[in-house]
């Protein structure tokens, strides 16, 4: 039996994807585009939610109008340190169109808003903006802390000064999303309350920090996604990912804490409805 055969047949019944982009436009290159993606290979494999994560404005109204045609669906909005420094963005009036679909409660609620994200401090990329990031992801920690939504972060080659972001604003909670950091790190955020999650990357060979990290942090504090399209799961590389993949990751996850995989995917998912309110 091939790897790819072999991982189609993993139970995906219960997983909820913490962090996805199905309004990607990779999607649209697939028949009948994300609507297909979604029906056939991600609700209809029985996965139990979705979290659908914006990171603009442009992508944080596709994504409250994509999740609105799915019972399943919750929507996130934020700015992307990545796309705060396009040419094309101007971050105030990013900031106030935001602000402007987080300030009313009934609003939120109505578009199945349930987080803040996905922000943070992305290093990768050159040249970098540091200050520019920076101030985005503090007023975007503000805002959460207004709002009283959790957030979700991203964190590529920037651990020490995110994690330094998550000390200046004490009361703010959320998830550190496709964990990348070291096991000491995601010790100290847990011990602060806050949520790991891991995508497709802890099936890697050579992701073994990451599954250092799995195994170190307790069961109630972990979350599974894949952040779709993107870092599909050993035995799916280089393909287009989805949340039907997932089982993957859950059976990878539970090998590595000793557990069934029916428990790693009970768990992952009450922890996603605790952090998410859902």
């Given at each position: 039996m091939s790897e790819k055969t072999s991982s189609t047949i993993l139970d995906c019944n219960g997983i909820i994807d913490s962090h996805a982009h199905y309004f990607d436009k990779r999607f649209d290159a697939e028949s009948d585009g994300a609507a297909a993606v979604l029906s056939r290979d991600v609700f209809g494999r029985g996965i139990a939610a979705v979290i659908n994560v914006g990171t603009r404005?442009?992508?944080?109204?596709?994504?409250?109008?994509?999740?609105?045609?799915?019972?399943?669906?919750?929507?996130?909005?934020?700015?992307?340190?990545?796309?705060?420094?396009?040419?094309?963005?101007?971050?105030?009036?990013?900031?106030?169109?935001?602000?402007?679909?987080?300030?009313?409660?009934?609003?939120?609620?109505?578009?199945?808003?349930?987080a803040l994200g996905e922000i943070g401090l992305d290093y990768h990329w050159q040249p970098v903006n540091k200050p520019l990031q920076q101030k985005c992801f503090d007023m975007q920690m503000e805002l959460a802390a207004k709002t009283v939504l959790p957030v979700i972060i991203h964190d590529r080659e920037a651990h020490g000064d995110c994690f330094e972001t998550v000390l200046r604003h004490p009361d703010v909670r959320g998830v550190f999303h496709s964990y990348s950091g070291s096991p000491e790190m995601a010790l100290e955020l847990v011990k602060r309350g806050w949520y790991i999650s891991f995508s497709g990357v802890l099936t890697y060979k050579n992701a073994r920090k990451t599954v250092e990290t799995a195994a170190a942090i307790p069961l109630e504090r972990?979350?599974?996604?894949?952040?779709?399209?993107?870092?599909?799961?050993?035995?799916?590389?280089?393909s287009l990912n989805h949340s039907g993949l997932m089982g993957v990751t859950a059976k990878t996850l539970a090998d590595i804490k000793g557990i069934s995989v029916d428990e790693a995917i009970s768990a992952t998912a009450d922890n996603t409805r605790r952090l998410f309110n859902i």
């Open positions: 404005n442009e992508t944080n109204l596709l994504a409250i109008e994509q999740t609105a045609k799915y019972e399943n669906m919750f929507a996130a909005v934020g700015i992307h340190p990545e796309d705060v420094q396009m040419p094309d963005v101007d971050l105030d009036t990013e900031l106030s169109l935001l602000s402007s679909l987080l300030k009313n409660a009934d609003e939120r609620k109505k578009n199945k808003i349930v972990i979350l599974i996604e894949t952040d779709a399209p993107y870092l599909a799961p050993t035995g799916f590389r280089g």
